[in-house]
């Protein structure tokens, strides 16, 4: 009877916090399909991040026999995949998108189609590991508090909601799983050791196949070997060799000897980079304006971990008791807890990590807490489960915001269509030039290579495109281009490392000096998103070699304006522009002159000239409306605004071939 009741408790603490994790993902389903419209692009809805399109791509690919394993990826980071065949596909296929893909093939569905619940319910998995993890060290109600909190917390949410098809889905599962496996093995002995390490293995095959990240492998390994070493010290040095060369054996060698390089990387890219001001050759860092890499305060990264400071604070001092008092029974879940560390400082995205410890720490402090009461164990056991109930209440209700959160595409119906466009009126070689953020989907639907993408933003090559937006100099533009379609990456850094200092080469591109005849005809895309990008586009396009720094000039997008006094007066949130007089009144008092009042129409554009200073107003007419804009000169003279805004380009250089303002302007490059 004891022995059921213990089965029926485990189980619940396994199935409560399983469905709130389902819960809070799944409850997105209805609102999408109530919003077809704008959510999905016809019979398949949009995903909601951008790496899912490089996923679906290649579960795509490999189950319509396009997968080149191994081979360049001739879709992505042109000209440097031509050049020297990097990158390539992965070996093998990336699970997530062999999953998916195989689904999709059974069901005769899209990739989209089933990521509408399989993100969701894998993410929800870590609850199982987790759980037991603490059953077995004695401590039920830390594990269930850790798996419910973890299961709710917004960054994980936001990480694993529906059609967020990535690789976070499983980042916590499979290696609370192989920790699990490696804590049964160090309790163990002899043949059961073994199953339990050959499991680990097993386990930790799985999350290489899934993210491809051996680092934290050899991490555990680590600690797994160190601490069996130190508790059998007493063993001869042929029985610690020979456990060694198992759990090298059972982790595979090859995983072992890349988790060295990959430990290393993975603490470069997110801890070292972004405090950067430079990335490879001397060229401007890109990772500062990347949203998953910025740093926040505390309260900030309370409140998407858990919630609030309320239980952030108590919940990690709880966990920083738990690792003291308990450190060899929580050595396997420190790798875990470590990368949540670097929530506080080094990227958001950590959080996701953080979240089942804070829990976990408030669990702790409950059980410390009733085990000073001096009552019996039932009653104990009672308050215990009472705490849980209440705790688990407060933890929901300061997350209020994850079962409100409802994820959205990161892609429109009509983007989607424009996609399809492109691929009718280009060339199958033809290479598209755009900023990143869309990389991975024009190469997905339109089926066309492009310079960078979501996976290969931190080149050199990123901070050349970005002065090809921002410069007001087409010639400049048109050589840049030319010189990257040529010598790509692969060019700078032979020309960095002959000993051409970075600013001299930027200024030997734009003269003209590396352009030649493109092999593959380009086409530069300006899509509507990258007007609340401009201004860390502009900022990098804009280098100050010396200074180290670029003008944080952008182009502010006006909203809530209403047009009043016969078209001479536009009402805005931010102030009232009178054209007439070419004065800004803003809300707080001040007046700014307006130098321009610029007005485009499909067949024209119209400059009226205010003052001698001051900001430009631009009103552009669309198929939604009229369009008001506001900014300096500098932008109001770079590319981005005269190509894509005003449509206004030099015919020498650019053939506008698509114009579908707002979304997407394209242009074909002049060879």
Known sequence: MQSKLRLAIIFL??????????????????????NKRTFYFGNRPLFSSYDAFLFARYGKEFFNGKYKTGKPDTLRFVPDSVINGTPSYPIPVPMSSFLAGLIAKLKKTHIENVDMYFTPVLASLFVIPFVLYFWIIGLPATGFLGASLGSISLIYLVRTSVLRFDTDSLNLCLPFAFGLFLLLALKSSGKKRLTWLLLAGVFAQLY?????????????????????FWTEREKPAKEHLKLALLTVLFFNPWVVYLGIFGLIGKIKTYLLNYFKPAVGAGFPNIFMSISEQKHFNLKTTATLTCGSVLLFAPGFAGTLMIIWKRFKD??????????????????NRFGMYLAPFIGAGIGYLLEGTVELIKKEEKIKNFIKIGGCVVLLALSISLNKESFRYVSTPRLSPGMALDFLIINRITPKNAWIWTWWDYGYAIEYIAERATFHDGGSQGSPKTYFIATSFSTSNPEIAHNVIK??????????????????EPEKLRNEIFSGKYSQKMKNPVYWLFTEDLIGKFTWINYFGTWDFKAKKGLRNGILRLSGCSIKGKGTLFVCSIGVFNIKTGIWARTDGRKIPIKAFVIKDKKRIVVQKKHPNGVYLEAINTPRGLMLLLMTEQPYRSMFNQMYLLRNYDKRFFELVYDNFPLSVLYRVKD
């Open 13 to 34: 603490s396994i199935l409560i916090p399983l469905g709130l994790a389902l819960f809070v993902r799944l409850n997105d389903v209805p609102m999408w399909h109530k």
């Open 208 to 228: 290489y196949w899934w993210y491809s990240h051996p680092g934290i492998i050899l991490l555990y390994i680590f600690l797994f070997l160190t601490s069996a």
């Open 330 to 347: 929580t050595l396997f879940l420190l790798p875990m807890f470590l990368i949540g560390l670097m929530a506080l400082k080094g990227g």
């Open 483 to 500: 010189a990257i379609a040529h010598m790509g990456v692969t060019g700078i850094m032979e020309k960095v490392k002959e000993g051409t």
